[in-house]
């Protein structure tokens, strides 16, 4: 399975860069990943629950970061076994280009599975993967630019529209 696809991002490329090389910010952004040790240097060791159809499984598993070019680009490869359920492993060619904005981040992202997950069928892989994929780079992009003062106010306003309506029922 293969895609490829960008986002902006309202930070610096420096910031951005920096927040690729996090452990704790990759961690956050692993869709299930339980737990995540290591350096950008030697690589992360990463545990990670992921549910693909009917097949439910704990990868263990290594990500390495090579190709490195400080600030401009970078791969990310990983794999990880499931026990019965198979392995997964896959890769992301990460390129960051500074725009009026902020940063460019595009991506290509490869991935390939093996044993019970398998045969599951490469509709069901294919958008598994992708939306692997999409969610690490949406909270990627979330984390990078912190919350948004809309989301602040959308709970505030929420909250409030919660009493009122309390208030209604009540009266």
Do not use: H
């Not at 696809?5 to 927040?19: F, H, K, L, N, T």
């Not at 996090?22 to 040790?37: H, I, S, Y």
């Not at 990500?63 to 026990?83: H, P």
């Amino acid at each position: 399975m293969k895609m490829a696809a960008e986002r902006d991002i309202a930070a610096d490329p420096r910031v951005v860069w920096a927040a690729l090389l996090d452990k704790d910010v990759l961690k956050a952004c692993v869709p299930g990943c339980q737990e995540m040790t290591g350096s950008p240097e030697d690589g992360f060791e990463a545990t990670v629950v992921q549910k693909v159809g009917p097949v439910k499984a704990t990868f263990k598993g290594a990500v390495t970061l090579s190709d490195k070019v400080e600030g401009e680009s970078l791969t990310l490869s990983g794999e990880g076994k499931g026990g019965a359920a198979g392995f997964a492993k896959g890769g992301a060619k990460v390129r960051l280009e500074p725009i009026e904005t902020g940063t460019r981040l595009s991506y290509d992202v490869e991935a390939n599975v093996g044993g019970k997950l398998a045969q599951l069928g490469s509709r069901i892989i294919d958008g598994f993967a992708r939306k692997m994929a999409d969610q690490f780079f949406q909270r990627f992009q979330e984390t990078v630019e912190g919350p948004a003062e809309d989301a602040e106010d959308e709970a505030k306003e929420s909250v409030e529209k919660k009493s009122w309506l309390k208030r209604l029922v009540k009266g």
